[in-house]
């Protein structure tokens, strides 16, 4: 049928083009054209005239008949019209084509998530019965609304039981610098356009101490800033705009889903049902039970920006597997990653400050004594309203006094400049990523229970006070030293030589691969396991680095390794800007097309811009590819996610070549790796459904056969 229409638009070009030499061109408005609901059959071409139709109207087939003899008696006019019509043809069967695996690439990626989450989700519901993903979707709704009230109020006082101190401290010194502004934010008209759940971890076996939901949230609303004293509105503040986040909810494993209780989000004690009172123990008034610590209710852990979040199943495949199998089984990387951002924000209010105070208690004596001198210096740089994107664990090593763990912190901020007493304000915010280094000493294990408190002393419990001093006001306990808890060893510019020989070195020697495969497990009716047996663990290791060939023929659990080391798309657009900007050659409709480009990843315009202006200085912090396979790499990369994604059109094409010159290669050298890529993302969408079809069956007669025993 596809032929046949092609057929037909190619009889229509070359009835455009011929109908003049039969004075057609009178009845524009007469219905010469041709019928697009009529059928041919019987007939054909004998002698150059036409026998005989069924469908549409006689005059039309004398016109084509007409049509066709002028072909034959004017060649000088119909091989030209013959040869461009060809052309038309198979340029429109081409871009037909491209744009039908376009289309399903898009579809069957987006199916095969779908599939996961929905098995994931059946995981879930296996060990908790009662849970429904609708609800808890309408609770994470409740909770966002929450939030931005709280965050609006500039009290937080409502949220405090539902959220981890990671996010807690983070909004709290946020509101503090609006304070010493004088402003606050104001968010109105707030519309939730969609909630949807893009990761669950689920697991009945004993290896993970955690289940997680991240939501993706998209959202419209009107923000901008008041004058406290005044409460009138900041000119130039107001924006109007679409974001898009997610959203890690956590709870301990094997908690259960109560329907008939209310829970943390809607302001009550998922354990006992009562109106939460809540102490600076983080202890429920009534019950003594620990709020925040995900053992009886979903905590919220962390909010990243869409452009930045990657899976949490990337975490395992590094040095942080190995420490947790070999020194520390209740490691998990919620606690370090949330230690992780009280740390930070912590740092980022001591560098506007200049004040060590902030960070006495959570960074060791050896950072404190190297960086003290930066606060008295008479020209320094630091950073105003930062926005967190990403905290992520890549790598942990250990030796005989300290464990040291590495945190990729994407963020960003606008730089200030201080000489004296002046200050010079950057107008657009930079693009940053910090490599943070902390440490504690070796054989100190992880306490499950307090992984979403990172603010409580670890000896007694008791919250952490501002006083000057490194040591529990309570207790008297050393809090700073590694002897309990994570601590701020060092803060290292991502892509410095520094950074990347301490990547190197976590991850050096044995990579450790590890699968966790739960096995089958039956209940009684009061919900006890009848046989307990643990999971199988399989544990693989390949000595020395895996090369990129390697790498793409590695795969766990049916999953590509590549999978696990995702590109971000602010990874990709700083990485184009920073390529871009390498010549000097950067006009300004080239900076157009990069905006509208990043607009299309969810990168906003002023953060570009702000890449933008970094690049110039030779400021910007970006990935940088090591060679020039790393770079196509990077660009393959690029290719893949905006076929994915299903966006591919002109503007990011023209970026793609751009960017491919630029690092090297030809024209005709994108144009063949931009095929490739098609071709083969279309061959593996079509192989993994087809898996996915054969799994669905298996499982049907395993569910058939369970059914039957």
Same mark, same amino acid.
């Given at each position: 049928?596809?032929?046949?229409?092609?057929?037909?638009?190619?009889?229509l070009?070359?009835?455009?083009?011929?109908?003049?030499?039969?004075?057609?061109w009178?009845?524009?408005?007469?219905? /010469?054209?041709?019928?697009?609901?009529?059928?041919?059959?019987?007939? /054909?071409?004998?002698?150059g005239?036409y026998?005989s139709?069924?469908?549409?109207?006689?005059?039309?087939?004398?016109?084509l008949?007409?049509l066709?003899n002028?072909l034959?008696?004017?060649?000088?006019?119909?091989?030209?019209?013959?040869?461009i019509?060809?052309?038309l043809?198979?340029?429109?069967?081409?871009?037909?084509?491209e744009?039908?695996q376009r289309?399903?690439?898009?579809?069957?990626?987006?199916?095969?998530?779908?599939?996961?989450?929905?098995?994931?989700?059946?995981?879930?519901?296996?060990?908790?019965?009662?849970?429904?993903?609708?609800k808890?979707?309408?609770?994470?709704?409740?909770?966002?609304?929450?939030?931005?009230?709280?965050?609006?109020?500039?009290?937080?006082?409502?949220?405090?039981?539902?959220v981890?101190?990671?996010?807690?401290?983070?909004?709290?010194?946020?509101?503090?610098?609006q304070?010493?502004?004088g402003?606050r934010?104001?968010?109105?008209?707030?519309r939730?356009l969609?909630?949807?759940?893009?990761?669950?971890?689920?697991s009945?076996?004993?290896?993970?101490?955690?289940?997680?939901i991240?939501?993706?949230?998209?959202a419209?609303?009107?923000?901008?800033?008041v004058?406290?004293?005044?409460?009138?509105?900041?000119?130039?503040?107001?924006?109007?705009?679409?974001?898009?986040?997610?959203?890690?909810?956590?709870?301990?494993r094997?908690?259960?889903?109560?329907p008939? =209780?209310?829970?943390?989000?809607?302001?009550?004690c998922?354990?006992?049902?009562q109106?939460?009172?809540?102490?600076?123990?983080?202890?429920?008034?009534?019950?003594?039970?620990?709020?925040?610590?995900?053992?009886?209710?979903?905590?919220?852990?962390?909010?990243?920006?869409?452009?930045?979040w990657?899976?949490?199943?990337?975490?395992?495949?590094?040095?942080a597997?190995?420490?947790?199998?070999?020194?520390?089984?209740?490691?998990?990387?919620?606690?370090?990653?949330?230690?992780?951002s009280?740390i930070?924000?912590?740092?980022?209010?001591?560098?506007?400050?200049?004040d060590?105070?902030?960070?006495?208690?959570?960074?060791h004596?050896?950072?404190?004594d190297?960086?003290?001198?930066?606060?008295?210096?008479?020209?320094?740089?630091?950073?105003?309203?930062?926005g967190?994107?990403?905290v992520?664990v890549i790598?942990?090593?250990?030796?005989?006094?300290?464990?040291?763990?590495?945190?990729?912190?994407?963020?960003?901020?606008r730089?200030?400049?201080?000489?004296?007493?002046?200050?010079?304000?950057?107008?657009?915010?930079?693009?940053l990523?910090?490599l943070?280094?902390?440490?504690?000493?070796? /054989?100190?294990?992880?306490?499950?229970e =307090?992984?979403?408190?990172?603010?409580?002393?670890?000896?007694?419990?008791a919250?952490?006070? *501002?006083?000057?001093?490194?040591?529990?006001?309570?207790?008297?306990?050393?809090l700073?030293?590694?002897?309990? *808890?994570?601590?701020?060893?060092?803060?290292?510019p991502?892509?410095?030589n520094?950074?990347?020989?301490?990547?190197?070195?976590?991850?050096?020697?044995?990579?450790?691969?590890?699968s966790?495969?739960?096995l089958?497990?039956?209940?009684?009716?009061? *919900?006890?396991?009848?046989?307990?047996?643990?999971?199988?663990?399989?544990?693989s290791?390949?000595?020395?680095?895996?090369?990129?060939?390697?790498l793409?023929?590695?795969?766990?659990n /049916?999953?590509?390794?590549?999978?696990f080391?995702?590109?971000?798309?602010?990874?990709?657009?700083?990485?184009?800007?920073?390529?871009?900007?390498?010549?000097?050659?950067?006009?300004?409709?080239e900076?157009?097309?990069?905006?509208e480009?990043a607009?299309?990843?969810?990168?906003?315009?002023?953060?570009?811009?702000?890449m933008?202006?970094?690049?110039?200085k030779?400021?910007?912090?970006?990935?940088?590819?090591d060679?020039?396979?790393?770079?196509?790499?990077?660009?393959t990369?690029?290719?893949?996610?905006?076929?994915?994604?299903?966006?591919?059109?002109?503007?990011?094409q023209?970026v793609i070549?751009?960017?491919g =010159?630029?690092?090297?290669?030809?024209?005709?050298d994108?144009?063949?790796?931009?095929? =490739?890529?098609?071709?083969e993302?279309?061959?593996?969408?079509?192989?993994?459904?087809?898996?996915?079809?054969k799994?669905?069956?298996?499982?049907?007669?395993r569910n058939?056969?369970?059914?039957?025993?």
């Amino acid at each position: 049928m596809r032929l046949a229409r092609m057929i037909a638009i190619l009889l229509l070009l070359f009835g455009l083009v011929l109908i003049p030499a039969v004075d057609a061109w009178g009845r524009a408005g007469s219905g /010469g054209s041709f019928s697009g609901g009529s059928s041919y059959s019987g007939g /054909g071409f004998s002698g150059g005239g036409y026998s005989s139709y069924s469908g549409g109207r006689h005059g039309d087939g004398a016109a084509l008949a007409a049509l066709i003899n002028f072909l034959f008696r004017h060649p000088t006019i119909g091989v030209p019209t013959v040869v461009i019509g060809a052309l038309l043809f198979f340029w429109y069967m081409t871009k037909a084509s491209e744009h039908q695996q376009r289309r399903y690439i898009h579809r069957a990626f987006d199916k095969l998530d779908d599939d996961h989450i929905n098995a994931c989700l059946a995981a879930l519901q296996q060990s908790d019965p009662s849970f429904d993903m609708q609800k808890f979707k309408q609770r994470a709704e409740n909770a966002f609304r929450k939030i931005q009230d709280a965050w609006c109020e500039q009290d937080l006082t409502p949220i405090h039981a539902f959220v981890s101190d990671g996010v807690y401290e983070r909004f709290s010194l946020q509101i503090e610098e609006q304070h010493e502004h004088g402003y606050r934010n104001v968010v109105e008209d707030v519309r939730i356009l969609s909630i949807s759940p893009i990761e669950i971890v689920a697991s009945r076996n004993d290896q993970n101490a955690f289940e997680v939901i991240s939501l993706r949230v998209s959202a419209r609303a009107k923000d901008y800033r008041v004058d406290r004293a005044t409460g009138k509105m900041i000119p130039g503040s107001k924006n109007n705009e679409s974001f898009t986040e997610v959203w890690t909810f956590l709870r301990r494993r094997g908690a259960k889903t109560q329907p008939d =209780k209310a829970g943390l989000i809607e302001g009550s004690c998922p354990n006992c049902g009562q109106s939460i009172r809540i102490n600076q123990w983080d202890k429920c008034g009534s019950c003594g039970s620990l709020l925040r610590s995900g053992e009886h209710d979903w905590v919220l852990s962390e909010i990243t920006q869409s452009a930045v979040w990657k899976p949490s199943s990337g975490s395992t495949l590094n040095s942080a597997t190995r420490y947790w199998i070999s020194h520390d089984p209740g490691f998990n990387t919620h606690h370090l990653e949330d230690r992780a951002s009280v740390i930070f924000t912590r740092k980022v209010t001591a560098d506007r400050h200049g004040d060590m105070r902030p960070l006495i208690k959570v960074s060791h004596d050896m950072f404190s004594d190297t960086h003290r001198g930066t606060y008295e210096a008479r020209e320094r740089a630091f950073y105003t309203d930062c926005g967190v994107g990403s905290v992520d664990v890549i790598g942990v090593t250990t030796d005989e006094h300290f464990d040291r763990a590495l945190i990729d912190v994407r963020w960003s901020g606008r730089r200030n400049q201080q000489k004296g007493e002046s200050v010079n304000k950057s107008s657009n915010p930079s693009t940053l990523r910090t490599l943070m280094v902390l440490g504690r000493k070796h /054989g100190v294990q992880t306490k499950v229970e =307090k992984s979403v408190s990172s603010l409580q002393c670890p000896g007694c419990g008791a919250p952490e006070s *501002d006083a000057a001093s490194n040591s529990c006001e309570f207790c008297h306990m050393v809090l700073n030293d590694g002897a309990s *808890d994570w601590v701020l060893f060092d803060w290292l510019p991502y892509s410095s030589n520094e950074a990347r020989d301490l990547r190197k070195r976590a991850n050096e020697g044995i990579e450790t691969v590890v699968s966790s495969i739960p096995l089958d497990r039956r209940y009684d009716e009061n *919900d006890q396991p009848i046989a307990m047996q643990p999971s199988a663990v399989i544990v693989s290791q390949v000595v020395g680095n895996i090369s990129g060939s390697d790498l793409d023929k590695a795969k766990i659990n /049916g999953r590509s390794l590549r999978e696990f080391a995702k590109i971000d798309d602010v990874d990709l657009i700083a990485w184009v800007v920073q390529v871009a900007a390498a010549d000097g050659k950067l006009d300004p409709k080239e900076q157009k097309l990069l905006k509208e480009v990043a607009k299309m990843h969810g990168v906003p315009l002023n953060r570009v811009q702000g890449m933008l202006t970094d690049a110039a200085k030779g400021q910007l912090e970006s990935p940088d590819p090591d060679h020039h396979g790393s770079g196509v790499q990077w660009l393959t990369r690029m290719i893949d996610m905006a076929l994915i994604d299903g966006h591919l059109d002109r503007r990011e094409q023209k970026v793609i070549a751009a960017t491919g =010159k630029r690092i090297g290669l030809s024209d005709y050298d994108v144009a063949r790796l931009l095929a =490739k890529r098609k071709s083969e993302l279309y061959r593996q969408a079509q192989a993994e459904l087809k898996e996915r079809k054969k799994e669905l069956a298996r499982q049907k007669i395993r569910n058939g056969y369970q059914a039957e025993g």
